[in-house]
């Protein structure tokens, strides 16, 4: 039984695109928590790292993400002392 590889098969920019794709889609948790600047976003960088691929995980950090802070509540405005 021999195995023939093609010469031209390489990593070529037709095959680079999808990963890289997917790459931004698997990361899209992690990049809206970090141009939202959500206090909680290393929390959110760690789960969808390492709990994005089971897909819940995906849509855990997803919501984490989204998920309004209660910070940005209006009665949870802190007094300031002068």
Request: aromatic share 14%; net charge positive.
């Amino acid at each position: 039984m021999r195995i023939i590889i093609k010469e031209s098969e390489t990593l070529d920019t037709f095959n680079i695109i999808p990963i890289l794709l997917a790459a931004f889609v698997y990361l899209i948790p992690s990049i809206i928590a970090k141009t939202k600047n959500k206090h909680n976003k290393i929390k959110i960088y760690f789960i969808n790292f390492f709990l994005g691929w089971l897909l819940f995980g995906w849509f855990a950090a997803l919501y984490l993400s989204l998920k309004k802070d209660d910070r940005d509540h209006p009665l949870a405005v802190k007094k300031l002392k002068v």
